[in-house]
């Protein structure tokens, strides 16, 4: 465990602050971790225990193709029911800890993800492509947010309550009760944030887990769960397997597999509502699926912030983010004005080895990333004009990894497939408008709802965005970032329409609540 001094808290949107402390910190490190973490074999974690099961598979580093991250475990539908077992043996044991015994548990497992957080972000910067400040960020927001859903569940007193009584003689109440065993199925782009998120929030509410990293994340899950083995939680309250879409869908499809916790695309995401709702009953599915997340540039915008938090949110982490700002709709009175800052801030981002101090923006994920990249920059030019970037970069680092240029277009139809998909890329979809109403119409038009900017000054077009705009998170005048950069108990992340599916978010006070089932009792006494 790296050893850190007094550094400043990296978030989302501290942004100006001084960080040459955790630079220099990561100077040292990041080399570390090159040498003594990557290429290593990993195991299945069950029952406290490693175990080899399945076959296995290699994962290369993203931001260089010739390093190893690690060869991985692939978990089999043997595997998957051990792992299973052992969750719900130990369950029955880790809901009847008394609240505070559990909360403490919890609790420690943030205290250790907290001391080994530099450790932690290094991983996740290597096997994501995620620049140095994402990664801290990323790693800081993981033990918040396991310490605020363990605040939840104090200040509520783990959900048990009186109800009033028909007869002085009978004592009614209501409480939330664990579910049993959830499985926990993370995407890779958030691997530390978004798995802490949903394993603390199961295990607090007395839940055990299955824990399924993303085929690319394994790395930092291996991780996780050695914090979660060193803060002292009992053996098969937490599992972990590896393994791809087939790993994924043997654990969803599990007869004792209790609950899921998913976040990834829209298409795996409706596919396992609709497995789950094929079955004799429901269990519950706390599931986020992205989004497209349009911002709205007004005449009365300060069009200083507006440029750097468009740019921001589009590109950064290389706009793959469920609430990356994908569309761009600009006034027509200040849209040449706009569009100028918008590309002079562009052009000056630098894009290589995320783990060097000033690269904002390193390689997408892999070749389908990459291939994706190619065919929406095809047909923007075919359908549209693109005004910067549009290419694969090559030449020394970039050609050992899918490195790309930060592309706005422009000229697309308001129907056109770029206008409404989830790209994941960073790439942004300029449009203009002359009503401010009609713009909100459009980008309310689409599959998704989950994040919404706005950069106004004038309070009438504000409030007309604050009344329309269909998505969870709403922000505005944000230069850290237009549509993105949400933290636990500042901000919450809910997804509306084809973002989410129980239009409660996590990060905020509703989320902990769906890992329970609710139960009230009357209890006559003569």
């Given at each position: 465990?790296?050893?850190?001094?007094?550094?400043?808290?990296?978030?989302?949107?501290?942004?100006?602050?001084?960080?040459?402390?955790?630079?220099?910190?990561?100077?040292?490190?990041i080399?570390?971790?090159?040498?003594?973490?990557?290429?290593?074999?990993?195991?299945?974690?069950?029952?406290?225990?490693?175990?080899n099961?399945?076959?296995?598979?290699d994962?290369?580093?993203?931001?260089?193709?010739?390093?190893?991250?690690?060869?991985?475990?692939?978990?089999?539908?043997?595997?998957?029911?051990?792992?299973?077992?052992?969750?719900?043996?130990?369950?029955?044991?880790?809901?009847?800890?008394?609240?505070?015994?559990?909360?403490?548990?919890?609790?420690?497992?943030?205290?250790?993800?907290?001391?080994?957080?530099?450790?932690?972000a290094v991983?996740?910067?290597?096997?994501?492509?995620?620049?140095?400040?994402?990664?801290?960020?990323?790693?800081?927001?993981?033990?918040d947010?396991?310490?605020?859903?363990?605040?939840?569940m104090?200040?509520?007193?783990?959900?048990?309550?009186?109800?009033?009584?028909?007869f002085?003689?009978?004592?009614?109440?209501?409480?939330?009760?664990?579910?049993?065993?959830?499985?926990?199925?993370?995407?890779?782009?958030?691997?530390?944030?978004?798995?802490?998120?949903?394993?603390?929030?199961?295990?607090?509410?007395?839940?055990?887990?299955?824990y399924?990293?993303?085929?690319?994340?394994?790395?930092?899950?291996?991780?996780?769960?050695?914090?979660?083995?060193?803060?002292?939680?009992p053996?098969?309250?937490?599992?972990?397997v590896?393994?791809?879409?087939?790993?994924?869908?043997?654990?969803?499809?599990?007869?004792?597999?209790?609950?899921?916790?998913?976040?990834?695309?829209?298409?795996?995401g409706?596919g396992?509502?609709?497995?789950?709702?094929?079955?004799?009953?429901?269990?519950?599915?706390?599931?986020?699926?992205?989004?497209?997340?349009?911002?709205?540039v007004?005449?009365?915008?300060?069009?200083?912030?507006?440029?750097?938090?468009?740019?921001?949110?589009?590109?950064?982490l290389?706009?793959?983010?469920?609430?990356?700002?994908?569309?761009?709709?600009?006034?027509?009175?200040?849209?040449?004005?706009?569009?100028?800052?918008?590309?002079?801030r562009?052009?000056?981002?630098?894009?290589?080895?995320?783990?060097?101090?000033?690269?904002?923006?390193?390689?997408?994920?892999?070749?389908?990333?990459?291939?994706?990249?190619?065919?929406?920059?095809?047909?923007?030019?075919?359908?549209?004009?693109?005004?910067?970037?549009?290419?694969?970069?090559?030449?020394?680092?970039?050609?050992?990894?899918?490195?790309?240029e930060?592309?706005?277009?422009?000229?697309?139809?308001?129907?056109?497939?770029?206008?409404?998909?989830?790209?994941?890329?960073?790439?942004?979809?300029?449009q203009?408008?002359?009503?401010?109403?009609?713009?909100?119409?459009?980008?309310?038009?689409?599959?998704?709802?989950?994040?919404?900017?706005?950069?106004?000054?004038?309070?009438?077009?504000?409030?007309?965005?604050?009344?329309?705009?269909?998505?969870?998170?709403?922000?505005?005048?944000?230069?850290?970032?237009?549509?993105?950069?949400?933290?636990?108990?500042?901000?919450?992340?809910c997804?509306?329409?084809?973002?989410?599916?129980?239009?409660?978010?996590?990060?905020?006070?509703?989320?902990?609540?769906?890992?329970?089932?609710e139960?009230?009792?009357?209890?006559?006494?003569?």
């Open positions: 465990m790296t050893q850190t001094p007094d550094l400043p808290r990296v978030t989302y949107s501290n942004i100006r602050a001084d960080f040459s402390g955790v630079h220099a910190l990561l100077d040292r490190i080399p570390e971790a090159r040498t003594g973490l990557l290429g290593q074999e990993w195991n299945h974690f069950i029952n406290g225990a490693s175990v099961g399945g076959g296995v598979y994962v290369v580093c993203p931001i260089d193709n010739r390093l190893l991250l690690g060869r991985f475990a692939s978990a089999g539908a043997e595997t998957v029911d051990q792992a299973v077992i052992a969750a719900k043996t130990a369950q029955p044991a880790w809901a009847a800890l008394p609240l505070a015994k559990r909360i403490a548990a919890v609790r420690r497992f943030a205290d250790v993800l907290d001391a080994r957080k530099y450790d932690l991983a996740c910067l290597l096997e994501v492509g995620k620049s140095r400040m994402e990664a801290v960020g990323e790693a800081e927001e993981a033990v947010l396991a310490r605020y859903y363990c605040d939840q104090e200040e509520n007193a783990g959900f048990v309550r009186p109800l009033a009584r028909a002085d003689n009978e004592e009614t109440s209501d409480r939330l009760l664990p579910v049993g065993v959830f499985a926990v199925i993370s995407p890779f782009n958030f691997p530390l944030a978004l798995s802490v998120n949903m394993i603390s929030a199961a295990l607090v509410t007395g839940n055990s887990v299955v399924k990293p993303s085929e690319a994340a394994g790395l930092t899950g291996k991780l996780l769960i050695e914090a979660a083995e060193a803060a002292g939680l053996a098969g309250v937490i599992n972990m590896f393994g791809g879409a087939a790993t994924g869908q043997a654990l969803a499809d599990h007869p004792s597999i209790d609950g899921i916790a998913f976040t990834g695309s829209h298409r795996v409706m396992l509502l609709r497995s789950v709702a094929s079955g004799r009953y429901n269990r519950p599915l706390i599931i986020e699926m992205g989004g497209k997340n349009p911002t709205y007004t005449s009365s915008a300060d069009l200083e912030a507006a440029a750097e938090g468009v740019m921001r949110s589009a590109f950064g290389q706009g793959q983010k469920c609430s990356a700002g994908s569309k761009v709709y600009v006034a027509a009175a200040i849209h040449d004005a706009f569009i100028a800052k918008l590309l002079e562009t052009a000056q981002l630098r894009i290589g080895d995320p783990s060097e101090r000033d690269v904002f923006m390193g390689p997408v994920i892999n070749a389908a990333a990459l291939a994706r990249f190619e065919t929406a920059c095809a047909e923007a030019r075919r359908d549209g004009r693109i005004l910067a970037g549009g290419g694969r970069l090559t030449g020394g680092i970039h050609d050992h990894g899918a490195y790309v930060p592309t706005i277009v422009t000229g697309l139809a308001p129907d056109h497939r770029l206008n409404r998909d989830e790209l994941f890329l960073p790439f942004l979809s300029v203009t408008f002359d009503e401010l109403a009609d713009a909100i119409s459009d980008g309310n038009n689409t599959l998704y709802g989950l994040t919404a900017g706005c950069y106004a000054t004038d309070e009438a077009e504000l409030q007309l965005f604050l009344d329309r705009a269909e998505a969870g998170a709403l922000y505005a005048n944000r230069a850290s970032g237009a549509t993105t950069g949400a933290w636990p108990g500042i901000q919450t992340f997804g509306w329409k084809g973002s989410g599916v129980s239009s409660k978010g996590g990060l905020g006070p509703y989320y902990v609540q769906q890992f329970m089932r139960q009230s009792r009357t209890i006559w006494r003569a």
